[in-house]
């Protein structure tokens, strides 16, 4: 640290060459001298200095008039909910080339950028106004600032959701499908919004919550799927969802929300969509038809088969197993039967009973042509390792 008179002499060299404001001044030698702020510590140089003034070389006084871009950070961010913020600012690359020179020419090594300087200012004054907390890593916030265009562009932090979902009806999908006129960019055929099935869980659930939270797009990760013609019963198949640009970051949820057939439940907010895919177990009811008659007799050859993992073969070669953890049948009629089983998640159902590279097969080993045309989900439940 230096004494304030051990600079005045470059000071009083640097200001007779290129007029600089308070700010500027106290930018270059903030580095050498103690100060609560660029200004106070530029406005004491000039004390001793004596010169008067005049517009600024490098910034062209622009420090001096950042309350226009904080009004305008205000405005922006007038209805969104947030404690944490930074910005980053675009400005004239005539403005960085002055200061690069003047930098330069006086060998000002180590001092704060006009852009730094500039992000510096700005960010006190909102945050004194504001009392909200500037934070570098991972703000709620981000405001790019144009100085240019005198235009403030606002991002805000992914909000995270988790909960589960009753589907209650058949007949619609779990998954939005993009619109095939104009394959999800919008069109007059799907009115603008990319996707034709509205009834869609995802559409529904997003919806939803984009009422809620604001925000741009909800981005969605399933633990596993099921048919448009299934039901989900029991406590409800899991859900995580990333609302992309919120606007508001809290949310109260009752426990249960019904969204026509949809039921949502146990909605929370958390701090991040697991990274990893999660294993679960599901209980699946499927009904399935026979072409012929079905032996009470091949049924019960059925139940232990599948105390064995089952095999799946894909087209491109791979095999996986998955384990049955529980299974139980119920005759119905002559052709028809319900089978329940409990398995590890992923399991591909109608192939199973038609026995299309799945081995066993419930064709095969009963011995007779099988199709499945309903599967409904009991319960999923994610394995936790505690
Ligand atoms: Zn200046
Ligand atoms: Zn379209």
Same mark, same amino acid.
């Given at each position: ?15 007779? =060459? ?9 930018? +270059? ?12 510590? $530029? =406005? ?16 062209? !006084? ?22 944490? +913020? ?7 690359? #005539? ?5 690069? +020179? ?63 979902? !009753? ?5 619609? #999908?779990?998954? =939005? ?16 919004? $990319? ?11 997003? !919806? ?6 604001? $925000? ?12 448009? #013609? ?101 005759? !119905? ?18 192939? +199973? ?7 066993? $097969?419930? #064709? ?23």
């Amino acid at each position: 640290m230096s004494k304030l008179n051990e600079v005045i002499p470059k000071a009083n060299h640097i200001l007779k =060459k290129f007029y600089l404001c308070d700010y500027c001044l106290g930018r +270059f030698f903030s580095k050498n001298i103690k100060s609560s702020s660029y200004r106070i510590l $530029g =406005k004491k140089i000039k004390q001793e200095v004596k010169l008067p003034a005049q517009k600024c070389y490098i910034c062209k !006084n622009l420090f001096e008039n950042l309350s226009q871009y904080v009004d305008l950070m205000l405005e922006s961010s007038y209805h969104h909910d947030f404690s944490t +913020f930074v910005v980053g600012v675009k400005i004239k690359p #005539s403005l960085i080339d002055c200061d690069d +020179f003047v930098r330069s020419k006086f060998k000002l090594q180590g001092v704060d950028s006009i852009k730094t300087g500039i992000t510096r200012e700005i960010s006190k004054s909102f945050a004194k106004k504001t009392k909200k907390e500037i934070d570098f890593l991972n703000p709620d916030i981000t405001f790019t600032l144009n100085f240019k265009e005198k235009f403030c562009q606002i991002r805000s932090k992914q909000v995270s959701i988790q909960g589960r979902y !009753n589907k209650l009806k058949r007949g619609f #999908s779990q998954k =939005k499908k993009s619109c095939e006129n104009c394959l999800g960019k919008g069109c007059r055929k799907c009115n603008f919004h $990319g996707f034709y099935e509205h009834e869609s869980v995802e559409a529904k659930i997003s !919806n939803f919550l984009l009422s809620r939270f604001g $925000g741009t797009v909800a981005k969605f990760t399933w633990i596993g799927g099921e048919d448009k #013609s299934s039901l989900v019963l029991g406590l409800g198949r899991p859900f995580f969802v990333r609302i992309q640009n919120p606007i508001k970051r809290k949310s109260k949820f009752s426990k249960n929300i019904k969204l026509d057939s949809l039921k949502i439940k146990n909605c929370k907010i958390i701090n991040e969509v697991p990274k990893k895919p999660l294993p679960f177990i599901s209980t699946i009811k499927m009904n399935i038809n026979s072409e012929n008659k079905v032996e009470s007799e091949s049924l019960k050859q059925l139940k232990i088969l599948l105390k064995k993992p089952v095999v799946i073969y894909e087209n491109n070669g791979k095999r996986s197993e998955k384990k049955i953890l529980n299974s139980h049948f119920k005759k !119905n009629s002559k052709k028809r039967f319900t089978l329940v089983i409990d398995v590890e998640g992923g399991f591909p159902i109608k192939r +199973f009973v038609k026995g299309d590279n799945v081995v066993p $097969g419930i #064709s095969q080993t009963i011995g007779t042509k099988c199709t499945c045309d309903e599967f409904d989900f009991l319960e999923v439940k994610i394995i936790t390792n505690n």
